[in-house]
């Protein structure tokens, strides 16, 4: 079964430092998203992609965070300068179409910034 | 603003029960609806999903309702398992290519 592919599954960073987190979706699939998890609440997104394009990006953080797809398969969600409140779980999901389509997730990324 | 939410926080269910999770959603244009289950220290698992033309839809031992006269979703599960503990999440999708997520259900099966 097709899958999701996130790392690293957990990360312990210091604040003030840079983390990234890598994404393989499932093969096929046009649409990206990362979404964060406070433990607890939901996911919420971060940033959405077609392709390579961004069509979603109005809830990341643009000082510190930033996601790129350059070939429109796999991506990387970038943070600089970690912050304590960045501790929680980075999630990758992908869909075939970006509309009314399930989307799959991955394993995710736990962050701890310390 | 747009939100779906979680009437329980926690559920708790004996083993071999059924248990029923409710989500209700506030965007009357939502038109796809997906259950997720989240098992600890994992992403989201794909339980089932529906469609706003059809009420009802069935899967193996779940079961999701929508009634969207009261804007109101829910997830059935049959013969509760030791395996079903996790935290259950219903998304919206509004008509637009965002996914909305609830807080989640926390479903606690007692021996």
């Known amino acids: 079964e097709a899958e999701v592919a996130q790392s690293p599954r957990y990360k312990i960073t210091e604040k003030s430092q840079a983390v990234a987190f890598w994404c393989d979706p499932i093969s096929g699939h046009a649409t990206l998203y990362w979404y964060r998890q406070i433990l607890g609440q939901g996911p919420e997104l971060l940033v959405q992609?077609?392709?390579?394009?961004?069509?979603?990006d109005s809830q990341l953080p643009k000082d510190r965070f930033s996601a790129e797809r350059l070939k429109g398969v796999d991506s990387t969600l970038k943070i600089q300068p970690a912050e304590l409140g960045d501790s929680a779980m980075y999630l990758c999901?992908?869909?075939?179409?970006?509309?009314?389509?399930?989307?799959?997730f991955g394993e995710g990324s736990w962050l701890t910034v310390v | 603003g747009e939100s779906v939410g979680l009437h329980l926080p926690t559920l708790s269910v004996q083993e071999g029960d059924n248990s029923i999770i409710n989500c209700a959603y506030s965007?009357?244009?939502?038109?796809?609806f997906i259950w997720y289950k989240q098992e600890s220290g994992k992403g989201p698992q794909f339980i089932i999903d529906i469609r706003s033309n059809m009420d009802k839809r069935q899967g193996q031992r779940v079961t999701v309702l929508l009634n969207k006269t009261v804007k109101h979703l829910s997830l059935q599960i049959a013969a509760t398992q030791p395996g079903d503990s996790a935290v259950y999440f219903c998304a919206e999708t509004p008509g637009t290519y965002k996914y909305i997520f609830g807080t989640g259900t926390r479903l606690k099966v007692l021996a």
């Open positions: 992609f077609q392709d390579e394009s961004v069509v979603d």
């Open positions: 999901a992908s869909s075939s179409t970006g509309n009314g389509n399930t989307i799959y």
């Open positions: 965007n009357s244009a939502s038109d796809y």
